[in-house]
């Protein structure tokens, strides 16, 4: 496949690698269009881009009288790459500012972004750029974090665009799974389910939907038709999400399960009440003097009834949240509830789970069935036989790209 990548230059000094960079996607067969700022011109000529290009570099939005290369140019390009990005072009992205071409289209761009930040140490570690780093990674924004080194201000530390090598690696994965998700049909399902004891009442868990938020965007970007089922958060989906709002576990089983004929993938990172008053009283309970029993009966097993109903080709992901024996209650759940994936996260620790932004993740799929990475371990717990991918403490954005792109290659797997 022609590979199409929109190649964003800012005024940083690394903008004289951005040659260097054009002639590796040339080897790799990717069409790249720059669009380079007006600083941008400062560190690497026109002249130079359009000849290695062999088109036209767009900097200036009014350039071609009835044309529209702020919306054309993002509907063309499978990703955006900005290698350098500037502590400004971050700024502007992070907050939508469309001052320019470049900054104008990010606001537009419905594809993925990787962005390869570059400045002065001090201003990489300033507080805006480290939030404003952080706003465009919760919104899908691939980072190519840079290093250690020599700068160009002659000082040393970090800030240093990251290597070439890296940038175009990263870009090259993102390219590759870009776009793969269309026509395909996703099911997620995030938050907490609320179980009413009267009218004032309820009981619920701590989830904030945020993993589940972050997997429907993810898949989203892919170009699937997403549709996410919630229980309570305060998020808000992106547009072009289907959102349906449930609040309790049967609300949530009935709007998961009459949808899901339909769906190629279903994502369960809900966190659904296993118990449900047995009766809900229809006045508010006035209290007594003594004790109260409160009598609870179990709520239905949605991914038990999804496993059991899962048809030919289709993928069902599950989560569990485990505070001990991950591996083991995660490899038994595979196996009772007939998942092709599960995602364990330890939600007793302090910087994962629950309400945080991060989380530290297994990835574990049936032994056999596997379109697991190579370097995935093998493993049996309890009796379960498993491979499985132990991931590193990342933000919930990246363990939903991680998620998404093991969906993505068991589809592309089970089409071969
Ligand atoms: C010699 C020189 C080198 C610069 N290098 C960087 C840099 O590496 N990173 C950065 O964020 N800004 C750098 N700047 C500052 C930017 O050029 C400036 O913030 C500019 O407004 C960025 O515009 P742009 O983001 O629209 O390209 C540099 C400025 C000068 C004069």
Known sequence: MQRRLLF??????AAYKAPLIIREFQKRNVTVKP??????FQFVTAATLAALTGGPVYSDMFEQQGEYPHLELPRWAHALLVAPATANCLAKFAWGVADDLLSTLFVALKKPAILAPAMNHDMWVSDSVQHNVRLLEDRGARIAPPGTGYLACVEQGVGRMADIETIVEQTMQVLDRSGALEGRRVLVTAGATRESIDPVRFITN????????AVAAAMARRGARVTLVSGHTTLV?????????????QDMFEAVTVRAADMDVIVKAA????????????HKIKKSGGGMTLELTRTKD??????????????????????RDLLENAAAKIKKKNLD??????????????????????LLWPAGKAAAPDHCEKGSFGGVKVVYEQCELMSKTLVAERVADRVTDMLSASAR
């Open 271 to 282: 966190a659904v009440a296993d118990y449900t008053p047995a009766a809900r009283q229809e």
């Open 8 to 13: 964003g230059i800012t005024g940083g000094i």
């Open 237 to 249: 989906p992106a547009h072009d999400i289907e959102f349906v709002r449930v609040t309790s576990a």
């Open 341 to 362: 994936m599960i995602v364990c996260n330890d939600v007793s620790a302090k910087d994962a789970g629950f309400g945080v932004d991060t989380n530290r993740v297994a």
């Open 206 to 213: 701590w989830s904030s939907g945020k993993m589940g938020f």
């Open 302 to 323: 949605i991914l038990k009834h999804l496993g059991e109903n899962k048809r030919p080709g289709q993928i069902l992901v599950g989560f569990s949240a485990e505070t």
């Open 35 to 40: 669009v380079v700022t007006s600083h941008g």
